[in-house]
């Protein structure tokens, strides 16, 4: 039988290349850390610089995360949902490395994390997030599953998408000023629950390529005007002049283009694998 920690392994117990695959990735951004130790041991606050990678790469892994269920559908690779449960379990890894930096940063002075994050809206906002990762977590074992039923298991999983908002919240609050990077972020999130709304809209398992174009442009429309009132709010400027400069390309490529890329590249991929998916029973013939 296979052991619990031979997560390389499939659950038959042979080597699974999509597996070591994604433990790979999961490792990467360990490994940019160890490659990058000398910066940031070098580096004005090494720990803050930490927290802030670890920060981000529980974000990013969750979006990773939430990817699995439409890019499994849109590239035909029904497999994906394989590494879906190890996605999520390192996304929280990496939020527990998150929160143990905090702590090392507070000189392990437990009533001193405590006092701060009651003490600060975004910690508190961050600490809900990751008690909800927590709590997914620790619901994610066959046994667990078993326990709850599909049904209860599935809607409480759904709270991944109250999380992801939270992370998103409390990734902008700590942003100081540029925010291209948390925009475009946030443009992937909403075109990842877009995806999801759409697919419970139109009662449907699989959404066509017209549907993927439409959202990915709704969502790429959203992303600037999104960019455009937040920096109006933040500069107290018109979002309309914001407006102004999305095809200046010397203000830097707007969020919104980056979306529509990401965007367009799942529409090709849709494309090209429909077609494929098509064709290959007539080549069989
Ligand atoms: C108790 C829980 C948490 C605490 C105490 C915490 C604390 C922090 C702190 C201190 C920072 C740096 C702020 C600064 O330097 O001004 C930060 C940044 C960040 N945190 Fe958290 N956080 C928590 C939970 C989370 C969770 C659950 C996520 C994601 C799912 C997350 C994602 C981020 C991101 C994306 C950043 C910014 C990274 C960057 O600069 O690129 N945090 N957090």
């Known amino acids: 039988m296979k052991s619990k920690w031979h997560v390389w392994r499939d659950r038959r117990g042979r080597l699974s290349p999509l597996r070591v695959a994604t433990l790979a990735l999961l ?3 360990l490994a940019k850390a160890l490659l990058d130790a000398n910066d940031i041991v070098q580096g004005a606050r090494p720990l803050n610089d930490l927290i802030h990678r670890a920060g981000f790469w529980t974000l990013v892994f969750l979006g990773v995360t939430l990817a699995v269920t439409p890019f499994r559908r849109v590239a035909r690779y029904g497999n994906l949902i394989d590494v879906r449960r190890m ?5 929280f890894v990496y939020a527990v490395a998150h929160l143990s930096l905090f702590v090392a940063d507070q000189g392990y002075d437990l009533s001193k994390v405590v006092h701060e994050i009651t003490h600060r809206v975004y910690l508190i906002v961050g600490a809900v997030a990751w008690l909800g ?3 997914l977590t620790a619901t994610s ?3 667990m599953i078993k326990r709850l039923g599909g049904l209860r298991w599935r809607r409480l999983h759904q709270a991944i998408y109250v999380i992801a908002l939270l992370a998103l919240i409390h990734y902008f609050q700590q942003t100081k000023a540029d925010v291209t990077v948390p925009v475009f972020v946030a443009g992937l ?3 990842l629950i877009g995806y999801r709304v759409l697919v419970w809209w139109q009662g449907r398992g699989e959404l066509s390529t017209l549907s993927l174009l439409a959202l990915s442009v709704v969502v790429a429309l959203l992303t600037f005007a999104g960019e455009a009132i937040g920096i109006g709010i933040a500069f107290h400027v018109s979002p309309l002049r914001v407006l102004d400069t999305v095809f200046d390309v010397d203000a830097g490529i707007r969020p919104g283009w ?4 990401a965007g367009l590249c799942v529409v090709a991929i849709d494309f090209v694998r429909a077609r494929w998916g098509r064709l290959r029973p007539v080549a069989a013939e």
């Open 189 to 191: 999130f909403t075109w």
């Open 133 to 135: 990762l927590a709590a």
């Open 87 to 91: 996605l999520g379990v390192g996304t």
């Open 141 to 143: 074992t066959d046994a």
């Open 258 to 261: 980056q979306v529509l890329a």
């Open 27 to 29: 490792l990467l951004p």
